[in-house]
């Protein structure tokens, strides 16, 4: 494990973390291929930074595990906080998910 590549990926998550946190706005993270990794750098889901940012995390069946003609998807919501629920896009984020399942089948 190269531990200075792990620490500088940790450190630009953080950081984005910290950005998004500052202008008040969530991550949405799209992490279809976050199994493909360079090297020995560990992949860093946004969801351990959570308890700094909401983070909204996009998977796929397709992408990661090549299931082919299987457009199956998912949203995980991130937020030990409760931000989403008090702001009220908690329901924005369930809306979003049907949808997008709704226009995949």
């Not at 937020?79 to 997008?100: A, K, T």
């Amino acid at each position: 494990l190269n531990s200075k590549r792990a620490i500088a990926a940790y450190l630009n998550c953080d950081l984005i973390a910290e950005t998004a946190t500052k202008l008040g706005i969530l991550v949405i993270a799209d992490e279809v291929y976050g199994h493909i990794v360079f090297g020995s750098t560990p992949f860093l889901p946004m969801g351990l930074f959570a308890s700094i940012v909401p983070v909204l995390t996009l998977g796929s069946i397709y992408k990661r595990w090549i299931v082919l003609r299987w457009r199956i998807g998912w949203i995980v919501t991130n937020d030990p906080n409760g931000i989403l629920n008090s702001s009220g896009l908690r329901f924005l984020s369930l809306y979003v998910s049907q949808f997008i399942l709704f226009v995949s089948s």
